[in-house]
C-alpha cells in the first residue's frame, strides 16, 4: 500500500448515453480498494480528437484520494472500463476510435512513471484543453511534472469548441 495520493483522472465516452457513462463511471471511483471520491468537474461536450469522423465526447475530470499503486489503480480503471461496456482491441488499434468509456490516470500526486501500458502524467495532457479544462475547474493550480503550471499549457491551446454542460 502507497501513501495516499491525490490523482486525477480523466473520464470521457461516445457511444450510448455517454454523459451517464462518465458520470456512473465518476461515482464508481469511489468504490475502488482505498480510493474516496473527492470531486469531480462539470461534463464537457468535445470535438472527436485523434479520428475526427466519430460522435462528439463527454469528457470529465475527478480527483480521488488514493493509496493504490499506480499500476493497481490502473487496473481498477480498466475494470470499470470494462464494467461499463468498453472493450479494448489488444493491439490497440480502437486507440482513437469510439468508445463507451474511457478512463485515464491524468495525475498521480507529482509522480512521474514510465513503465510498460502506463505513462504518468498522461503523456499528451499538455496538448488536451478537453482535459485540462475539467482538470483546472477541480485543481485550479495543477501542475504537470516535467511540464509545468497546467493554466499556462491551456493558455496556449484552441478551447472555443468545448462545451460545458451546466
Do not use: K
Request: proline letters at 7%; hydrophobic letters at 50%; a negative charge.
Amino acid at each position: 500500500m502507497h501513501t495516499p495520493v491525490v490523482a486525477c483522472i480523466g473520464l470521457g465516452g461516445n457511444l450510448g448515453d455517454a454523459a451517464a457513462a462518465v458520470a456512473s463511471a465518476a461515482r464508481s471511483l469511489d468504490g475502488l480498494p482505498h480510493t474516496r471520491l473527492l470531486q469531480v468537474s462539470r461534463l464537457y461536450r468535445t470535438p472527436a480528437w485523434g479520428v475526427t469522423a466519430q460522435p462528439d465526447f463527454i469528457n470529465a475530470v475527478a480527483a480521488v484520494e488514493t493509496s493504490l499503486a499506480p499500476r493497481a489503480l490502473l487496473d481498477g480503471l480498466l475494470a470499470l472500463e470494462r464494467d461499463h461496456g468498453r472493450t479494448r482491441a489488444a493491439d490497440g488499434s480502437d486507440r482513437w476510435g469510439p468508445r463507451t468509456l474511457d478512463l485515464d490516470i491524468l495525475l498521480y500526486g507529482d509522480a512521474v512513471v514510465d513503465a510498460p501500458g502506463l505513462t504518468i502524467p498522461h503523456p499528451r495532457l499538455s496538448q488536451r484543453a478537453f482535459a485540462l479544462l475539467p482538470l483546472l475547474e477541480i485543481l485550479p493550480g495543477a501542475r504537470i511534472p516535467g511540464v509545468g503550471d497546467a493554466r499556462a499549457a491551456l493558455a496556449a491551446l484552441e478551447t472555443t469548441a468545448i462545451e460545458a454542460l451546466g
